[in-house]
């Protein structure tokens, strides 16, 4: 039975996001909060958001109207991370005026709140400390200091090697401040919970809970859109003769694509049907387009740039193979990731970093082919596989949509967990 510990049937939900660009934070927010509507909470969201459509309509919104770009972000988290919380609430006091009246006018003061970003962790911490809250509860979505490590380790030269340095330095103290005070924790694993109960020791006394990064069950009827498919095929100029894998995701260092490139590249002498879509951006992305042009590789690899998740599904319509192609990290050997669960859906054969945390739900690669990560060589010999044997691979996995549907949803989750939201 789902309860809170403030005795009340609503559960109070906060982002400063805008929800106008999708991507895996905002695909998680709207998979589970729609899904606590539908199953009967009563959920309140406070945001910035404008545009409630994708929203499931018994939510609550309260809107902040108070815009918050990159810029404030980065500024507002290392002035958390290196002064008093009361400089930063004084400096940054519109937003938190703003936020004070919001809470007061909707009777919220005092009350307990799920914090459902990284950014919004941050200003948790600063409203209990600054008593508005009685209790901040954070939703994890990632793990910045992994993320800062990784690339400090992996950077092109010492100035970007120090400058991810302090990053990490950053982020270490800000991350040890709101989640060594944190009241309770929204942890996507156990192996991340062991992690951050590792990590910062006090948060081994919080609450928590684990919803790992899921799927909405509206994916079993996603649209595939025929017209959008016959135009991807003619700008791309793709024909049945042609092998098309797929990648959907951010372009982070951590993220794979340039191994994905460079495999590509070692096969397409004895395969030069393949045809490999990239869709997404991020900070390596024009790493990948120098790369694409080194390996003279431009008639193989399209950058299709960001597009909506609702036309992902026709994307994949066309595709043979959908790859993850994580390198080795931290992050991903605690957690499995939403564009996983993605692939798994749609019915296509799909590569996966053999990761533990992947390794838990694909013993044996019931649902997937498995490569090592980081290792180009073995992810090429794992794509001409399923070139070579696409027929008996489709027939292997031919179940593994239906599996995820009635394991991996939102819906399924929830109503197969017995826990109590605090």
């Known amino acids: 039975m789902l309860a809170n510990m403030d005795n009340n049937r609503n559960l109070i939900f906060f982002t400063l996001n805008n929800f106008q660009k999708e991507g895996g ?23 910035n958001a404008s545009n409630h459509a994708l929203f499931h309509p018994a939510i609550k919104h309260i809107n902040l109207n108070h815009p918050f770009d990159a810029t404030d972000k980065r500024k507002f988290q290392a002035l958390v991370g290196v002064t008093p919380a009361f400089v930063s609430t004084a400096i940054y006091s519109r937003l938190f005026d703003n936020i004070q009246k ?32 009685s209790a901040y509860y954070n939703d994890l979505h990632g793990i910045p200091t992994i993320e800062f490590k990784f690339r400090m380790r992996n950077a092109a030269s010492k100035k970007e090697a120090l400058m991810l340095f302090f990053k990490f330095l950053f982020a ?25 109960n590792q990590q910062y020791p006090k948060s081994k006394h919080a609450k928590s809970i684990i919803i790992p990064y899921l799927i909405s069950e509206e994916i079993e009827s996603a649209y595939v859109d025929e017209g959008l498919v ?14 098309v894998i797929l990648f959907a995701g951010g372009f982070k260092k951590t993220g794979g694509m340039t191994d994905l490139i460079q495999a590509v590249g070692l096969l397409i002498h004895n395969q030069p049907h393949i045809r490999l879509l990239l869709i997404g951006d991020g900070p390596v992305l024009e790493e990948c387009v120098q790369l694409v042009n080194t390996l003279d590789l431009n008639q193989y690899i399209h950058f299709v740039g960001r597009t909506k998740y609702e036309e992902l599904r026709s994307y994949q319509e066309i595709s043979d193979l959908l790859v993850c192609p994580d ?21 296509k054969l799909v590569i996966n970093g053999s990761f533990p945390s992947v390794k838990e739900i694909n013993p044996d690669d019931q649902l997937s082919i498995s490569f090592t990560p980081s290792d180009i060589s073995d992810l090429a010999n794992k794509i001409n596989l399923c070139i ?35």
């Not at 016959?230 to 092998?243: D, R």
């Not at 991996?408 to 929830?414: A, E, P």
């Open 25 to 47: 934070g905002t695909i998680r927010m709207y998979g589970l909060l729609n899904q606590l509507a539908k199953d009967g909470k009563e959920v309140i969201l406070i945001s």
């Open 230 to 243: 016959e135009k991807i095929k003619t700008k791309y100029n793709l024909s049945e003769k042609n092998f």
């Open 327 to 347: 390198k080795q990290n931290t992050y991903s050997q605690l957690i499995v990731h939403v564009k996983y669960f993605d692939a798994l859906a749609a019915g």
């Open 102 to 133: 919001v809470l007061n006018e909707n009777g919220f003061l005092g009350r307990s709140i799920y914090f459902l970003e990284y950014l919004d962790n941050t200003v948790g911490y600063l409203l209990r400390k600054k008593k508005l809250v």
């Open 172 to 196: 270490s103290v800000l991350d040890k401040r709101i989640y060594g005070n944190s009241d309770g924790f929204i942890f996507a694993s156990q192996s991340m919970k062991d992690f951050f």
């Open 388 to 422: 070579e044997n696409q027929s008996e691979l489709e027939k292997k996995y031919k179940s593994t949509p239906e599996f995820v549907l009635n394991n991996f949803t939102y819906k399924s989750y929830l109503k197969n967990q017995n826990f109590e939201w605090f």
